[in-house]
């Protein structure tokens, strides 16, 4: 009997966490970070297992909500080895050594104000360090390529293929024996969209006795992608033309590399005029730099150029590492495309940048990603006329764009037809999504593929 219990990206979005019983053996799916209201907490709790029973790790990608607790599973006892393709080891290592780094600034600045008012024993240490990040890349791993069989045990394999999400990402197979019959478990992680700027789309299988799947997005379709790009070009053109600056929060995994690469294209058919395009973000830097070094995984024109050149760099981009580096963009007062992070400007460089130039009507904020509800990314969308920036109220008088093509997410019509191809589903499971968006696609897949789809629960073990 195969059982399998969730513990995060359960009715939920975020925190990722799945744990797969076969028989001895414990294989562990992702370990990711809760984010949002009340993830801060949950983070810090129990993970609902032993970690050190756990035989193996398997990461579907490096974003954070799939591996921002894995340093906390190494500290509390996992010895098992971890797998996951080259590119999401790499990618990892930046995003954990990052998010080690937030985490500290994150406790310093908590425990100083708990300190005035006398609650500072209240106050939790950080989740993991950059020591604690360092050993995890010191323990046993196993990189596969897509389609690479690695056997776990007696009868059983591991496969990883491409999911389409970002670089590097993966849903996962799992082939076993049952009765002298082969049977198969897939785990989807992220499945992308199959209409993508510069990765390929998530591959199909023949079959699957046992799908669990994501529903982020099972309530609705993305805007054709044509039309997002349009929109983010003029955006841009308009605010150049009139010599305003141009502002665009970006995540700095795929999402920032998607935006140079557009604007590298309008670069090179001349649609650009006399600006300076900075990339300041030093995560994001590092990031580009992997998206280089792995370009068997992008798409074919990204891939051919990439035989030539950097397909993210040209002569007007400027990587701005320092901190000093970034401050002197404060002095470019007209003609800028500024690309920084945080995503949401729930911290980072994009704050003095929002703080000296959301005030003026000249520039533009180009929103290129999702902005959840209770971040500052929001209340710009949302058109608050002032918000505070480093205690300073800045007027909201910059136009606001907010393009929502470019998502990484599979829609409603994308997560079906990726179901549609798999033969012999017995039991389908959404997880990776709220409960409202789960029932609206549960809905969908019945009427249109004539299959019952469960949502899993916190902490409840479905037998396969």
Known sequence: MIKVTSYGAAQTVTGSCHLIKMGSLRILIDCGMFQGEGGHKKNYDD????????????LTHAHLDHIGRVPKLIKEGFHG????????????????????KI????????????RRRGEEALIFEPLYNEANVKELFSKKWKTLDYFQEHKLGHHIVVTL????????????????????????????????????????????????????IESTYGDRNHKPLNESIKEFKDAVITTIKKRGN????????ERTQEILWLLHEMYDAGELKNCRIFLDSPLAIKATKLYNKYPINLIDEVEERATRQDPFSFSWLEATQSKDESIMINKVRERAIIIAGAGMCNGGRIMQH???????????????GYQVEGTLGRRIVDREKSIKIYGEEIVCKASVYTINGFSAHADQNDLIEWISTIKNIQ???????????MEILTKEIKQRLNIDAHEMEFGVTVEL
């Open 427 to 437: 039991n389908l499971y959404l997880i990776h999504g709220e409960t409202s968006k």
């Open 103 to 114: 985490l500290k600034e994150e406790y310093k600045t908590l425990r100083r104000k708990a």
């Open 47 to 58: 993970f609902g297992f032993d970690p050190s029973k756990i035989d193996y790790l398997i």
């Open 161 to 212: 293929a491409n999911a389409g999400h970002i670089l590097g990402s993966a849903f996962v197979m799992i082939d076993y024996m049952e009765a002298d019959k082969p049977k198969r478990i897939v785990f989807s992680g992220d499945i992308g969209s199959p209409r993508r700027l510069i990765i390929d789309g998530a591959d199909n299988i023949a079959k699957a006795d046992s799908l669990f």
């Open 246 to 253: 141009v502002v665009i929060p970006s995540f700095a995994l």
């Open 81 to 100: 080895k971890i797998i996951a393709t080259k590119p999401t080891k790499d990618i990892a290592k930046i995003m954990l050594l990052d998010s080690a």
């Open 354 to 368: 929002l703080k000296h130039r959301l005030w003026n009507s000249e520039n533009a904020i180009i929103f290129v």
